[in-house]
């Protein structure tokens, strides 16, 4: 008869466990990027995203359908745009942040002011800030997002196929000659990267080598006479190229011995920086390798 008792115990033991899970077993836990440990009691129902990559990358991750609110310029899946906006990288809106109450808040390090992130926690919200620096902190951010989110399977797979590309990217362009890229990030004053941006990396991936990459600060301030002297062989820009455009066209594109005639370079550079954005965009099934360049 005891036996009897005792086996039905040890076979009610892991029913139990299935039908009432601890709160124990429901908390998620993930280290940000500040290093600080971000725990949740249950997977995330309601997540605000404070920079437009963020909300793509929740996107990818699985967890578009718990996003509540978005960064100001949010466009991208469309989705996004009907959002309640919580904001831009001048400032967070405190006011809509508290009525939407979110139980996870997507923060960008660099892209919103650290004092408005200490005022979102301070009002008792959860903050994840990420700060990707590489490319493969994509995939990281995914799967971190992923476990915050209880979408686990969908941020794996959309993690697995961006690594995948990455790799493809990598060896295709293993072997290639190195092309000196200029990057412009903003026109007045005139803004580039250093090698440990994100850009800095996609320029790597296509075959590109950064003539600023030696310079200390993230995104330094250079002068027109600093471009002519680094000798680039392909300029690149975001937003404001076109602006600096007339200026830009008095430094001249070189080229070495060892490399192209100088449209053949830009040609073939320009080509493989479309190929890795398009082919890692399409590995997330999103924009968000190209809004990391960008942005």
């Given at each position: 008869m005891?036996?009897?008792?005792?086996r039905t115990?040890?076979?009610?033991?892991p029913?139990c466990?299935?039908?009432?899970p601890?709160?124990?077993?429901q908390q998620?836990s993930?280290?940000?990027?500040?290093?600080t440990?971000?725990?949740?009691?249950a997977p995330?129902?309601?997540?605000?995203a404070?920079?437009?990559?963020?909300a793509?990358l929740?996107?990818a991750a699985?967890?578009?359908n718990?996003l509540?609110g978005?960064a100001?310029h949010?466009d991208?899946p469309?989705a996004?745009?009907?959002?309640p906006q919580?904001g831009d990288?001048?400032r967070?809106?405190?006011?809509r942040v508290a009525?939407l109450?979110?139980?996870l808040v997507?923060a960008w390090s660099?892209?919103?002011?650290a004092?408005?992130?200490?005022?979102?926690?301070?009002?008792?919200?959860?903050v994840?800030?990420?700060?990707?620096?590489?490319?493969?902190?994509?995939?990281?951010?995914?799967?971190?997002i992923?476990?915050?989110?209880?979408?686990?399977?969908?941020a794996?797979?959309a993690a697995?196929?961006f690594e995948?590309e990455?790799?493809t990217?990598?060896?295709?362009?293993a072997h290639a000659a190195?092309?000196?890229?200029?990057?412009?990030i903003?026109?007045?004053p005139?803004?580039t990267?250093?090698g440990?941006h994100v850009?800095s990396?996609v320029i790597?991936?296509?075959?590109?080598?950064n003539?600023?990459?030696?310079l200390?600060q993230?995104?330094?301030?250079?002068s027109?006479?600093s471009?002519l002297?680094a000798r680039?062989?392909v300029i690149?820009?975001?937003?404001?190229a076109?602006?600096?455009?007339?200026e830009l066209t008095?430094?001249?594109v070189?080229?070495s011995?060892a490399?192209?005639?100088?449209a053949?370079?830009?040609t073939?550079?320009?080509?493989?920086?479309?190929?890795a954005?398009?082919?890692?965009?399409l590995a997330l099934?999103t924009?968000?390798?190209?809004r990391?360049v960008?942005?």
């Amino acid at each position: 008869m005891g036996k009897a008792v005792l086996r039905t115990v040890f076979l009610l033991i892991p029913i139990c466990y299935f039908l009432f899970p601890t709160v124990e077993a429901q908390q998620v836990s993930v280290i940000d990027d500040r290093g600080t440990r971000v725990t949740l009691a249950a997977p995330a129902q309601r997540i605000v995203a404070l920079s437009p990559h963020l909300a793509e990358l929740a996107f990818a991750a699985g967890a578009g359908n718990r996003l509540v609110g978005a960064a100001r310029h949010s466009d991208f899946p469309p989705a996004v745009r009907d959002l309640p906006q919580t904001g831009d990288a001048a400032r967070v809106d405190f006011e809509r942040v508290a009525l939407l109450k979110p139980d996870l808040v997507l923060a960008w390090s660099s892209g919103n002011p650290a004092g408005d992130l200490a005022r979102v926690e301070q009002l008792g919200f959860a903050v994840f800030v990420t700060e990707p620096a590489r490319l493969a902190d994509v995939p990281r951010l995914l799967r971190a997002i992923g476990e915050l989110a209880g979408s686990r399977p969908a941020a794996e797979k959309a993690a697995a196929g961006f690594e995948r590309e990455i790799a493809t990217l990598r060896a295709r362009n293993a072997h290639a000659a190195r092309v000196r890229v200029f990057y412009q990030i903003w026109h007045k004053p005139l803004l580039t990267v250093n090698g440990a941006h994100v850009i800095s990396d996609v320029i790597a991936l296509c075959g590109g080598e950064n003539v600023f990459a030696d310079l200390s600060q993230l995104t330094p301030t250079i002068s027109l006479e600093s471009v002519l002297a680094a000798r680039p062989e392909v300029i690149l820009g975001g937003g404001s190229a076109g602006e600096a455009r007339s200026e830009l066209t008095a430094v001249p594109v070189v080229t070495s011995r060892a490399k192209a005639p100088k449209a053949e370079a830009r040609t073939r550079f320009r080509r493989m920086v479309m190929i890795a954005l398009l082919s890692l965009s399409l590995a997330l099934g999103t924009l968000v390798a190209l809004r990391f360049v960008m942005r």
